[in-house]
């Protein structure tokens, strides 16, 4: 099974100071990586994803993310942030190829940039 | 271009009431999940269909039923509704293939649920 932990539920962080939001993963198999964000009363939008290749994957609004293997990691930064980043941030895993494909997410993290 | 829409946005039902939750996905996507998000909780995994056939199941309860149709869209069938099943579902869409590349699930704004 797997199964996603995302260590901070609250982050507060000054407006242009650098943050990172974490998150591990436990999985007997190889698994795609995910980060999601979703603003107040709406829907899930992609930041980024890994599938294979390269460890440091970019995504949009300025966002990266670093997969470690032998951490299980793959923790989420950002090197200068704007208020405009306040939202709720939630890590996902996936195992396909396989059927089903469902994801499992972590419990979110909240992140509060502050002016 | 084109995302996943989910019908109605907002749905306030009473107890033991039935609601029915749509979902069109992106076009030519061929995948359809389902998840239910409670207040301040991360998004549960429900069901899934491939190509119109059941592919997964998560912790649906089994007062819950889905399917999805020819074209493709899914509908979430919730009957004798309990206070508990308030929450936001989402229905996210995807195009399965071969290739890893593939896999990403593109999420709807959700239907928010209120049951009271």
């Known amino acids: 099974a797997q199964s996603v932990t995302q260590l901070d539920s609250q982050v507060p962080v000054f407006e242009e100071a650098p943050v990172e939001l974490r998150c591990n993963y436990s999985s007997s198999v190889s698994v795609y990586l995910f980060w999601y964000v979703q603003y107040p009363n709406q829907g899930l939008q992609l930041l980024l994803k890994?599938?294979?290749?390269?460890?440091l994957v970019k995504g949009i609004n300025g966002f990266e993310a670093e997969f470690n293997k032998s951490q299980t990691s793959f923790h989420l930064r950002k090197p200068s942030v704007h208020i405009s980043d306040t939202a709720e941030y939630f890590c996902a895993v996936s195992t396909a190829p396989n059927t089903g494909n469902q994801f499992y997410f972590g419990t979110g993290t909240s992140l509060t940039v502050i002016p | 271009a084109a995302g996943v829409i989910q019908s109605p946005r907002h749905l306030i039902k009473e107890k033991r009431e039935t609601a029915t939750l749509k979902c069109y996905p992106i076009?030519?996507?061929?995948?359809v999940y389902w998840y239910q998000q409670g207040p301040g909780q991360d998004p549960q995994f429900l069901i899934s269909?491939?190509?119109?056939?059941?592919?997964d199941k998560g912790s649906i309860p089994d007062r819950f039923s889905a399917q999805q149709f020819s074209d493709y869209h899914s509908e979430l069938n919730m009957s004798s509704l309990e206070l508990g099943d308030s929450a936001l579902y989402f229905c996210?869409?995807?195009?399965?293939?071969?290739?890893?590349?593939?896999?990403?699930?593109?999420f709807g704004p959700g239907t928010r649920l209120t049951v009271t």
């Open positions: 996210a869409s995807s195009y399965r293939a071969t290739e890893r590349g593939s896999y990403e699930q593109y």
């Open positions: 269909f491939y190509e119109k056939m059941q592919s």
């Open positions: 890994y599938l294979s290749g390269s460890t």
């Open positions: 076009p030519r996507h061929d995948t």
